[in-house]
């Protein structure tokens, strides 16, 4: 009978082998993306699928880690270690590049929004969420602190964004037409 810790090391290890099928499939679709004459429509398609599959290769990378961790002591670490350099390995440098200009395109926004003093509704909301994902695919990708980027620029852009949501939230407050006040 297998130990709990013994149970999340193969639950990691498979969610590993898993990731290792996303990069095989991401690495098929970088190949067709670069191939010559292929029509827009077919490569925004492609870039779609690459988009997605990254997403699931970060979840599973992010999921094995998450798995590994909690059981302690194991055997299969060593193993573990091996599978998770070789993914993160090949993903890692097709895809710093692409994060770091994500990263790059929210502090954009960020600092327009911020200095234009003009907020939409929502906006807050989906950088804090894009930001989350590339945290996470750095957190995946085994790569902070990034290259290029100076110690504590990541932090600096979250409290920003959290301003932006706060001055979000001031600006766009809802009626609470069930309280006597209107608010």
Not at 55 to 65: G, K
Not at 105 to 117: E, K, N, P
């Amino acid at each position: 009978m297998s130990t709990l810790s013994e149970t999340r090391g193969l639950k990691a290890l498979h969610y590993l082998y898993s990731a290792r099928e996303v990069a095989d499939e991401m690495e098929r679709l970088r190949t067709a993306l670069t191939a010559a004459g292929r029509p827009a429509d077919e490569r925004r398609v492609l870039m779609e699928d690459f988009d997605d599959a990254t997403v699931r290769l970060c979840n599973l990378i992010l999921l094995a880690m998450s798995e590994i961790d909690k059981s302690g002591e194991n055997p299969l670490r060593v193993r573990f270690d091996q599978l998770l350099g070789q993914v993160r390995g090949r993903w890692v440098t097709q895809h710093v590049l692409q994060v770091t200009e994500r990263i790059r395109q929210i502090d954009d926004v960020v600092a327009r929004t911020l200095s234009s003093g003009l907020c939409r509704l929502g906006l807050a909301h989906r950088l804090e969420s894009a930001f989350a994902e590339v945290r996470a695919a750095l957190n995946a990708m085994g790569v902070e602190p990034v290259d290029g980027l100076e110690p504590g620029y990541l932090d600096d852009l979250s409290s920003r964004i959290s301003v932006l949501a706060r001055i979000e939230t001031t600006t766009f407050r809802m009626l609470d037409l069930d309280c006597p006040s209107g608010g």
